[in-house]
């Protein structure tokens, strides 16, 4: 079983939907959570993090942690082409170790 | 202008060569890692380093070697370079307390290894 889980996709939606991009991770006892973007050809950047319960808006972003559930989203709202990219999520589980999703391709169709 | 830098950006060689890919953060970081990313398996640590001369492995760490001699500095090393090994790297840097752990990324480097 991977530590951190999130669907491929390609995920596609329409220029002012909101996207939702979600991840499932495998280590209860992970205390913090981070949402990386990635655009094409370029290294992947922080946008969100979050380590309790419950949401965390910033902008457009918003981060939704459930621990019990194991389980973290990311939804973007009022989606723009810009935005177009690969959404890595990453776990923190114990001190040293950090553990990124293989990525959701999200594609914003102006 | 903070940053991390990575040389060289593209390298092609050929098995049994050794080689090194540098990594140099300006921002004064003690954590530093090197993370290869391939497609359908993400983003994988190879090695880290909490401070000077304090390495551990990472989850992929066969074939590698990495050494961290000065804060700003953190080189991965090839000793014998197989295709397997062919693949994007980045380097990173984190400011780290017991929460916070933001990656900051090099631009990568794409390895062939033919």
């Known amino acids: 079983q991977k530590e951190v889980e999130q669907n491929s996709g390609p995920l596609s939606v329409p220029e002012g939907a909101i996207a939702s991009l979600n991840c499932t991770y495998s280590?209860?006892?992970?205390?913090?959570f981070f949402w990386y973007r990635q655009y094409s050809g370029k290294s992947p950047e922080l946008i969100m993090s979050?380590?309790?319960?419950g949401d965390k808006e910033d902008g457009r972003f918003t981060a939704q942690l459930n621990k019990a559930s194991q389980y973290v989203s990311l939804l973007i709202r009022d989606s723009q082409p810009s935005d177009s990219a690969t959404y890595l999520c990453?776990?923190?589980?114990?001190?040293?170790?950090?553990?990124f999703g293989t990525g959701t391709r999200l594609t914003v169709i102006p | 202008e903070a940053q991390v830098t990575q040389n060289p950006r593209y390298l092609i060689t050929v098995t049994g060569k050794k080689l090194t890919v540098t990594c140099s953060q300006n921002?004064?970081?003690?954590?530093m890692s090197w993370y290869r990313q391939d497609p359908g398996l993400g983003l994988r640590q190879i090695y880290y380093?909490?401070?000077?001369?304090?390495?551990d492995k990472g989850d992929v760490p066969e074939g590698y070697k990495v050494s961290r001699k000065e804060k700003r500095n953190f080189p991965l090393i090839l000793e014998s370079p197989s295709p397997n090994q062919t693949s994007l790297y980045f380097c990173?840097?984190?400011?780290?307390?017991?929460?916070?752990?933001?990656?900051?990324f090099g631009p990568g480097t794409r390895l062939t290894v033919l």
């Open positions: 990173a840097s984190s400011f780290r307390d017991r929460h916070t752990d933001t990656q900051y």
């Open positions: 280590d209860r006892g992970s205390q913090s």
């Open positions: 979050i380590y309790s319960n």
């Open positions: 990453a776990v923190k589980a114990g001190a040293n170790n950090l553990f």
């Open positions: 921002m004064n970081h003690e954590y």
């Open positions: 380093s909490m401070n000077v001369e304090v390495t």
